[in-house]
């Protein structure tokens, strides 16, 4: 088995992408495509377990690559693709529904979130979808996945899957058991309206988050309007422990300004959440209002975006295929 680090994850083209992926993901992708070989991919895929407007996707799949551009991916160093373009995904997706199992899925939180109450009105797609991301993820034999805290089962399943597959068919090692890498403070970015959510592109409310491209004025709006508490600032983390929408305010603003949730606290106890909204303001407008910027720069020119994933298709593709055709051997397929 090789035993060369290979990294993979996705960002779903659902919308406009958010402080939650940028900070529990995004960031994440660009310091490791310092250290290691990367794989980048835009799961349009995904996408379609719940209905998309087929325009909308599109230009949704080459915003995601304009943001990917523009927190930092470098297509020389990673290779950036959307996932339908290499066959393989879902050439591998059908094998593994085979290895996996029902009571395995009928676990995944994610599910019954997404579906909602009404389960039987689902797509098969969102059930099985775990099933895809293993495929995503062993189609090129990656060892890390740079994941927020939410995707953490889908991770621990696509272990799962791909130990049954090498005890299957007698591959010991075979694929590699993928290992998440999700970040220590920031795993889970909370809905600015609700602290015990997580934000999300398809919450309707798009006060519940920042989104990469909002404007200063939308970002001074938003953190005004985000739940907070009405007790100053405390000098502990217990007291938080009840105050979600307090303590993920307090989190994002430990993660941008680099400083541990302490010593946020030591500088801001006995302060009015307002003291620490105008800070958190002025922060995260200097981040995240050049990223903006720069995707909607990058998405003025769409033959460019277009070049990216095309050169990473070529390079994904004659990866995966290398990989399938061992893994059709395995399984007996002629
Ligand atoms: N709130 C979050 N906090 C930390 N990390 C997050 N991620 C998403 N939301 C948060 C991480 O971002 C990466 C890409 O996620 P995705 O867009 O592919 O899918 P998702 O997790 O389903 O994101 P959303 O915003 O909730 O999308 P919708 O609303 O369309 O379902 C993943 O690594 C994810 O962990």
Known sequence: MSKKKLVFSGVQPTG???????LGAMKNFVSLQKEMECIYC???????????????????????????????LDPNKSIIFNQSSVSGHAELAWILNCVSRIGWLNRMTQFKDKAGPDKETASVGLYIYPNLMAADILLYKATHVPVGADQKQH??????????????FNCKDFFPLPE????????????LRDGTKKMSKS?????????????ADDINKKIKKAKSDSDPIPDNLKSLEKKPEALNLLNIYSEISKMSLENVL??????EYSFLKSKLT??????????GKQIKKLLEDRPHL?????????????????????????????
């Open 282 to 291: 002025e922060i995260l407008t200097s981040e995240i209002i050049p990223v």
């Open 155 to 168: 991770l621990e399943l696509s272990r799962d899957i791909a130990q049954k597959f090498n005890n299957d």
């Open 180 to 191: 998440p890498l999700i970040p220590k403070n920031v795993s889970r970015i909370m809905s």
């Open 306 to 334: 277009e070049n990216v994933l095309k050169k990473g298709r070529e390079k994904a593709n004659i990866r995966a295929e290398e990989n399938l055709k061992i893994i059709r051997e395995k399984v007996g397929l002629i």
């Open 203 to 215: 919450e309707d409310s798009d006060y519940s988050r920042i989104n990469l491209k909002d404007s």
């Open 42 to 72: 835009v799961v349009d895929l995904h996408a379609i377990t719940t209905l998309q407007k087929p325009e909308q996707l599109r230009n949704n799949v080459l915003e995601t690559v304009a943001s990917f551009l523009a927190t930092g």
């Open 16 to 22: 406009n992408l958010h402080l939650g992926n940028y």
């Open 266 to 271: 030591k500088e801001m106890s006995g302060k």
